[in-house]
């Protein structure tokens, strides 16, 4: 015998019906992987900034022009791109922390963008870039496919919600007030 969604059982409990869906979702980015996801998030902003403003700086004055106009146009997409990380990453943990609702958290989303920000140069200027820049670069597009994922996979398990259900007390307390009323 099937069971529909209304009808389906826990077989340790007789009458009850099964609890809503876990929202896997939420349950992973308020998990100890979303701390992993934050600290690699945050040491590769810094290690990124260290990197740009020191060795990497060096790097690009050796570089021919075209090397050198796609090095600043990389660095450029490099750094917007792990802003953009790092603002999701910190909009996620103050909803672990209780610091931001999910709705807080929602309506403060749309200043983050997770668009796909691929490579923008040709491949054999990228080539031509020092192999840090080249490193950090392919390091951030991985994040930042894992975080647009988890982003993704949140929303879809909010969508898909199941409504609240109305308590039968409630129920029974405006079948009173109905009745009373007319």
């Known amino acids: 015998m099937g069971y529909t969604d209304e009808t389906r059982r826990d077989p340790s409990t007789a009458d009850a019906p099964l609890a809503a869906p876990i929202p896997f979702a939420r349950r992973l980015a308020a998990s100890v992987a979303f701390t992993a996801l934050f600290k690699e998030g945050m040491d590769l902003v810094e290690d990124t900034a260290a990197y740009l403003d020191g060795p990497g700086r060096?790097?690009?004055?050796?570089?021919?022009?075209?090397?050198?106009?796609?090095?600043?146009?990389?660095?450029?997409?490099?750094?917007?791109?792990?802003?953009?990380?790092?603002?999701?990453?910190?909009?996620?943990?103050?909803v672990n922390e209780g610091e931001l609702t999910p709705a807080q958290a929602m309506s403060e989303?749309?200043?983050?963008?997770?668009?796909?920000?691929?490579?923008?140069?040709?491949?054999?200027?990228?080539?031509a870039l020092p192999p840090?820049?080249?490193?950090?670069?392919?390091?951030?597009?991985?994040?930042?496919?894992?975080?647009?994922?988890?982003?993704?996979?949140?929303?879809?398990?909010?969508?898909?919600?199941?409504?609240?259900?109305?308590?039968?007390?409630?129920?029974?307390?405006?079948?009173?007030?109905?009745?009373?009323?007319?």
Do not use: N
């Not at 106009?69 to 790092?86: D, F, K, N, P």
């Not at 929303?155 to 029974?172: E, G, L, W, Y």
């Open 58 to 94: 060096e790097e690009s004055r050796r570089l021919a022009r075209p090397a050198a106009i796609a090095y600043a146009s990389e660095s450029m997409r490099l750094t917007t791109r792990l802003m953009q990380v790092a603002s999701w990453l910190l909009l996620q943990r103050a």
């Open 109 to 127: 989303k749309h200043r983050v963008r997770l668009a796909d920000q691929g490579i923008g140069c040709a491949a054999d200027l990228f080539d």
């Open 132 to 182: 840090t820049l080249k490193e950090f670069t392919v390091k951030s597009l991985r994040l930042q496919a894992r975080v647009a994922h988890l982003d993704r996979s949140i929303a879809a398990a909010d969508d898909f919600a199941p409504p609240p259900r109305a308590s039968a007390v409630a129920a029974q307390v405006e079948r009173l007030r109905q009745a009373f009323t007319h």
